[in-house]
């Protein structure tokens, strides 16, 4: 039995839930959601709440059953808060700046770094160091936070690269002479 799966997800004031077409459609403040339905499970808008249940007691649709009312309550957070993911910027010469719909990042290539900000995302730079990544959807915020890095991991003897806001970065000590 999914402890998470049993809780109806809340439909706070001014967000609208429609189910047509095997989409659910998520409709608040910041914005517009969809999500794809699975057929493992069953939605059902009824009184300012979203059920989801299994539609048989399988173990597949069990498995369903919670990471979907998972995804529900995601939505229903984008578009009344959004998320948001703070990078920091470690290392001497490397810097970020956001320049409209492209970040450019100096990691100590030889080239800078150009990337494409991803429709839906927004990406701001209040000083060198940090970046700060928003937008409604979970999923994409993540996924591009992820990438940019990707482009140079936090190392373990001086902690030079690029981390998330609050990770802890496991240190080694250096060679003994």
Known sequence: MSRIGKKP????NGVEAKIAD???SVKGPKGTLTMGLTDQVTYEVKDDAIAVTPVNDTKKS???WGMQRTLVANLIDGVTEGYSKTLE????GYRAQAQ???????????HDVDLDVPEGVEVKTPDQTTVIISGIDKQAVGQFAAEIRRWRKPEPYK??????QG???????????
């Open 9 to 12: 997800v809340a439909i706070p």
């Open 159 to 164: 902690g030079k690269g690029i981390k998330y």
């Open 100 to 110: 409209g719909k492209k970040l450019k990042l100096q990691l100590g290539f030889s």
């Open 167 to 177: 990770e802890y970065i496991f240190r080694k000590e250096g060679k003994k002479k």
């Open 22 to 24: 095997n989409v659910l």
């Open 62 to 64: 069990r498995s369903f």
């Open 89 to 92: 910027i470690k290392g001497v």
